[in-house]
């Protein structure tokens, strides 16, 4: 039943069977064109969303390969490394991401997908650059 305080709201199975139907449009797109990067950033985002972390892995990896100066292609695998456990290889994608310019640290203190590798000791080290940054910035 639709939240009657936001009738745009939808439920979860809907959701569930949109995120889907895009899934599958979005891999299909990929098959016939596989350097299609807006159609790849925006299947790997699903398949996080939906939590297949590892297909999210291999798309963001593909991506990377594709643009490995973009920092939000590095920051994302980043994210995706950190959703999967794995500190080092996080450490070394963000590491990439804030050399290449990612420059939002608010997010980054706060996203959901990096939560994991924020406790390690790996982002530890990686926030004295990222304090650095920040203080270039201002």
């Known amino acids: ?15 569930q069977k949109d995120l889907d139907v895009a899934i599958g449009f979005l891999e ?21 969303r939906r939590g297949e972390y590892q297909s999210g892995l291999a798309v963001d990896e593909r991506l990377a390969t594709l643009r490995p100066h973009d920092p939000l292609v590095q920051y994302n695998l980043a994210c995706s490394y950190s959703l999967l456990d794995q500190p080092e290889q996080a450490a070394t994608a963000l590491d990439h991401a804030l050399d290449h310019g990612y ?5 980054l203190a706060r996203d959901p997908d990096l939560k ?6 790996l982002y530890e080290i990686l926030q004295i650059k990222i304090n650095k940054l920040k203080s270039e910035a201002t």
């Open 1 to 15: 039943m639709p939240d009657q305080n936001n009738p745009r709201k939808k439920n979860p199975a809907q959701e």
């Open 28 to 48: 299909g797109v990929v098959k016939r064109d596989p350097e299609y990067i807006e159609a790849l950033q925006l299947l790997g985002d699903d398949y996080t």
């Open 103 to 107: 420059r939002d640290f608010k997010w």
């Open 116 to 121: 994991k590798f924020r406790q390690h000791p």
